[in-house]
């Protein structure tokens, strides 16, 4: 028995939607069978299916989110596997890829199947664990990263830091390319961070509060790329947040280096004048930037030197949140505010078509790790997310299904909603 699903698995019609298939964009039904889809286009017909209407929506492939944080085992105060997969659901995301920064850290055959276990008994959200590069996260020691594939780990990171030093970064590219994984730079330099809190620049001069430069992002991105050309080996950026930053992966990707990136939707939309206020919602690692940097993110997103957009989704209780700023905790819920941040900046502006948005939240991500994408075709497993492409809503985060209610968008009124997410065939979200 599935606990946490809406639906146990049954047909599916879905009626009259624009479906985004594999073979191109098409106006039709998608039938679903013992969770795979059985037939695309025209009209399906399917006695004792469960219908839902979709004249007007989008049918499109589940999205995929390759970078988030479930907090558990350790932070259950948070979120954890069971509530970050419901609100991953909510979010139209079929499949979640957490980070190792949990207690214990996932640096062992042991947490990695043990956030398996949990996740398979939230229902059918796939939820592929990225285990760290070194024990515990120091920094120093590499984990046994054959062992961690074998058990389902779909890559390594030490997100929440970087790894200081370059040699062990070198050898930790080198080693994970050995077992074909993909190693994910958290781009920080803690020295160069010396208690910077927001971007450094007007802003923070403006409210008082010490600044972070962007070098501490930018040469830890330059360094990491160096080193995945020097080892020829699969690096990948999590949550680059400049124009800088954009501009060296831009060099690396021309010279030839095995490099892709992501950046994720809050670096899309906010800016580092959020901080007025003195929110701690608005407090998030990598900062806020500035609105030109948000501009080339944009810009870099349409070229292709970022690859993919991903959630970060950083969910915190209350009390790490409701202290001054200096003391809050960084990061942003952001599984159910991700889609339509996305829609309204980049879609609902013209600046990108409805198929090149979805290829960065869902195929493209899938590739950069070398996971299944979901696919809208026939015989495939039935992941897929149904968007009302003309909804709007305002952003109430005690609506959310995550623990965390921290976002700086509460209040804030986007574009686009998810109205259905369906994993491995079952409706594993249903809104209104
Ligand atoms: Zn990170």
Redesign the pocket.
Known sequence: MMKGTINPVSNILIKGGRVLASGGTTEGDVLIAGGRIEAIGGEQRADGADVIQAAGLWVVPGLVDIHCHLREPGFEHKEDIASGVAAAAKGGFTTVCCMANTNPVNDNAVVTEFIKRRAEEAGPVRVLPVAAVTKGLMGEELTEMGELREVGAVAVSD??KSVRNAQRMRLALSYAKCFGLVVIS?PEDEDLVDGGLMNEGYWSTALGLPGTTRAAEETIIARDCMLAALENARLHV??VSTAGGAEIIRQAKRAGAPVTCETAPHYLYATDEWAQGYDANTKV?PPLRTVGDRDALIEALKDGTIDCIAT?HAPHHLDDKNVEYALAASGISGFETAFSICWTVLVKSGRFTPEQLFDKLSLSPARVLGIDAPALEVGSRADITIIDPEAEWTVDPSKFLSRGKNTPFAGRTLSGEVKRTIAGGVVVYRGE
Request: charged share 30%.
């Open positions: 997100d929440g958290h999590a949550h690692n970060d």
